[in-house]
């Protein structure tokens, strides 16, 4: 049986216990069953000018091969063209990119590093998994190594249209290097055709039918891969949560008000602000409904390092003080504003306490809170979903009540709409949503990618 490599910019600390999320559950799961590496950054600065030495951790059949990187490693590569460029390129921000040629290089300097280290631990028969918008350029760069061995790639994040992507002063190199894969995996449909488009808008490929592309000469499969979650142990993981202490005292703290929950990192790709205007215009809009509902939302900090995010913070958090001072009363306020990480046990237990899942980002690549939230929910007396349209998951859970997050009134008619749908219409909403979660979940996603990736 093939090794299964993954390169990912972040990789687990096994140190913490097994992993929590549904993406590294399911790769770890694969590494189990094929035996392999992941590789990636340790989280951790070097403290010198030059990027760590490799150091392993084994669990098992897998060997986890670490590296620090510099401090100038982490100023070029991750919070400047990688999170300062690409990640707001890709969430159509072009207001927000802040290109500099020294982090561009710094990006491809770092992903030269990643493959040189790689490199030696290579066996011929290796799969080779690459992970997300940081890593793109690392299979042009094994094959400049003369690494033959079948490499995929999966973006999390959205592709966006040739007329957002081509503004980016370096968008052939980037474009280019996804032609050096075998397997390129999207999350939708849409971010393919954005990728074909762009290919055959800069003239070096297009579509070869079948899934195929064909770029430089030679051809790959592009194809859409609608990430999932481990659906059946995230249900099974509420049903208990809901009874814990945490979630049980939370909930008496409610006072038998209807809870509407969102739960993001603070970004602002997300719209934070537009949806507590949503609220705001739905509390103004339906007075009976005031001191009955309380929105919590769940936003830990995220990227300090880069510039805006802070200030974003404050906004978000000064946002929801507003309303709080000019809707609440001294036994209510409207929202509930928790800024830190919260345990994916005590999560999974609020989702299915809430009554409305809030889910309107402006832009993303797919957002497991959706499918989180409909997992969680109880069969007899589900929650209802309200889900952006620009979300990659408003493409599979059509039982959601979709909506444009940039219409503030257009939100709050559908909290309005979720709190008073009778029951049997919200049962028949998460009883079609969730056969689609449990038909395809992260599990299905690892394996569906990996067939394609073995040829």
């Given at each position: 049986m093939?090794?299964?490599i993954?390169?990912?910019?972040r ?23 094929h ?13 010198s ?14 060997t ?7 401090r100038r ?12 460029v ?13 290109f500099a ?11 030269r590093?990643f493959a040189a280290?790689l ?15 940081h890593l793109?350029p ?5 094959r ?6 079948r ?6 994040i959205p592709?966006?249209?040739p007329d ?5 002063p370096v968008?052939?190199a ?28 800069e ?8 899934g195929w592309?064909e770029a ?9 891969f609608?990430?999932?979650?481990a ?12 009874h ?15 809870l509407?929950i ?6 602002y ?26 929105l ?10 880069v510039p ?5 913070q404050r ?5 929801a ?26 999560l ?14 402006l ?30 998951a408003?493409?599979?859970?059509d039982?959601?009540?979709?909506v444009?997050?940039?219409?503030i ?11 008073s ?5 919200r ?10 979660l ?12 990996m067939?394609l990736?073995?040829?």
């Amino acid at each position: 049986m093939n090794r299964l490599i993954v390169v990912s910019n972040r990789v687990p600390d096994i140190t913490k216990g097994p992993p929590a999320g549904g993406l590294a559950v399911a790769l770890k799961a694969a590494l189990d069953k094929h035996g392999g590496i992941w590789m990636g950054w340790s989280g951790k600065s070097s403290g010198s000018k030059e990027p760590g030495p490799l150091r392993f951790e084994e669990q098992g059949p897998i060997t986890f091969a670490l590296s620090d990187l510099s401090r100038r490693d982490l100023s070029e590569y991750y919070e400047g063209f990688a999170n300062s460029v690409l990640w707001p390129l890709c969430h159509y921000r072009l207001d927000l990119t802040d290109f500099a040629r020294k982090d561009m290089a710094g990006y491809f300097r770092v992903n030269r590093f990643f493959a040189a280290r790689l490199l030696p631990l290579l066996e011929p028969d290796d799969l080779i998994w690459i992970h997300d918008y940081h890593l793109i350029p690392m299979a042009a760069e094994l094959r400049q190594l003369g690494v033959t061995n079948r490499i995929g790639f999966f973006m999390h994040i959205p592709w966006p249209p040739p007329d957002v992507f081509f503004t980016l002063p370096v968008h052939e190199a980037i474009i280019g290097g996804l032609t050096a894969y075998d397997v390129v995996g999207f999350q939708t449909d849409h971010d393919v055709e954005n990728f074909r488009l762009g290919l055959q808008r800069e003239g070096i490929g297009g579509d070869a039918g079948g899934g195929w592309m064909e770029a430089y000469g030679r051809r790959f499969r592009a194809e859409a891969f609608p990430i999932g979650i481990a659906t059946r142990d995230f249900a099974d993981l509420a049903a208990r949560s809901v009874h814990t202490a945490p979630v049980r005292r939370f909930a008496g703290s409610l006072e038998g008000r209807d809870l509407i929950i969102g739960v993001d990192r603070l970004d602002y790709s997300k719209g934070l602000t537009h949806r507590i205007d949503g609220y705001e215009r739905f509390l103004t809009a339906n007075p009976a409904w005031r001191g009955r509902t309380t929105l919590l939302q769940v936003t830990p900090r995220s990227r300090s390092e880069v510039p805006g995010y802070p200030a974003m913070q404050r906004e978000v958090a000064e946002r929801a003080g507003r309303v709080n001072g000019a809707l609440g009363g001294l036994d209510w306020v409207p929202i509930r504003y928790i800024n830190r990480a919260v345990g994916q046990d005590v999560l999974a237990g609020l989702y299915r306490l809430a009554r409305v899942g809030l889910v309107t980002p402006l832009r993303d690549g797919m957002n497991l809170v959706a499918k989180e939230f409909v997992a969680a929910q109880s069969p007899e007396d589900p929650g209802v979903l309200v889900l952006s349209r620009f979300a990659g998951a408003a493409r599979e859970l059509d039982g959601a009540i979709l909506v444009n997050p940039y219409d503030i009134e257009a939100v709050g008619n559908a909290i309005a709409q979720a709190l008073s749908m009778p029951l049997e219409d919200r049962r028949k909403r998460y009883e079609r949503m969730m056969k689609r979660l449990l038909e395809n979940d992260i599990f299905r996603w690892c394996s569906d990618f990996m067939r394609l990736l073995r040829g």
